[in-house]
């Protein structure tokens, strides 16, 4: 995962003809991290929090403070610190819930996707009402015997679970070819405005 404020996979298409991978009429969020700096409070996270964005959902997973107190480096001593950390992350998602909301209302008129929310310490992690969005897909047999494969072996529970499931492994075992595909595919998006201009716009 990269920390920081950024903006991932999904910019956001501003206009019709730019690409299957963008999505037409939806403002762009380029800006969604640094609006959100300003935005959030400053006691709520230790550093800038992460902020992940696509065609339908701005998430925000934030750093908090670290659990104090000594825990001893046994199996149990580990349960407890993770018990602990889980605690913490609870008492900042029902103290800031209010406050949560009016941020995610505002973020939601403005860049018209949901708002999800989450926070980690250490390396105990949760995320708050993420969004699962349908995506329709057609499979030909081959393709549809590898899900059901998975879900005969009792790696998924059904098709959907299975094509989810897939979808991770490659996000896992892909980032690095992934986030070029992103950078290149920004570049495109940039050269195509800085196109000629038509004959008739001279």
């Known amino acids: 995962m990269h920390r920081g404020w950024h903006g991932a996979a999904g910019r956001g298409g501003r206009g019709p003809g730019r690409g299957g991978w963008q999505q ?8 969604a991290a ?19 964005i696509d065609r339908e959902e701005i998430l925000i997973v934030g750093e908090l403070a670290a659990v104090e107190g000594e825990f001893a480096d046994t199996e149990a001593g580990h349960a407890d610190r ?8 609870s008492r900042f998602r029902e103290g800031t819930r209010e406050e949560r909301i009016e941020i995610a209302r505002q973020a939601e ?16 992690e949760e995320l708050f009402t993420v969004a699962s969005v ?9 393709e549809r015997i590898v899900l059901d494969t998975l879900v005969d072996s009792g790696v998924a529970r059904s098709r ?20 070029e595909l992103r950078e290149a595919m920004a ?15 001279e």
């Open 160 to 179: 959907s679970d299975a094509l989810a499931w897939a979808v991770r492994l490659v996000g896992e075992h892909a980032d690095e070819w992934l986030g």
């Open 82 to 89: 993770t018990a602990a950390e889980a605690g913490r992350i």
């Open 134 to 142: 349908p995506v329709m897909t057609r499979l030909r047999q081959p």
């Open 187 to 201: 570049k495109v998006d940039e050269l195509r405005t800085k196109g000629p201009a038509a004959a008739g716009d």
């Open 109 to 124: 008129h403005r860049y018209q996707r949901k708002v999800a929310w989450g926070a980690r310490i250490g390396d105990s």
């Open 34 to 52: 640094a609006w959100l700096q300003g935005r959030l409070p400053d006691d709520w996270f230790v550093a800038a929090p992460e902020v992940t």
């Open 24 to 31: 037409a009429d939806l403002p762009g969020a380029d800006d």
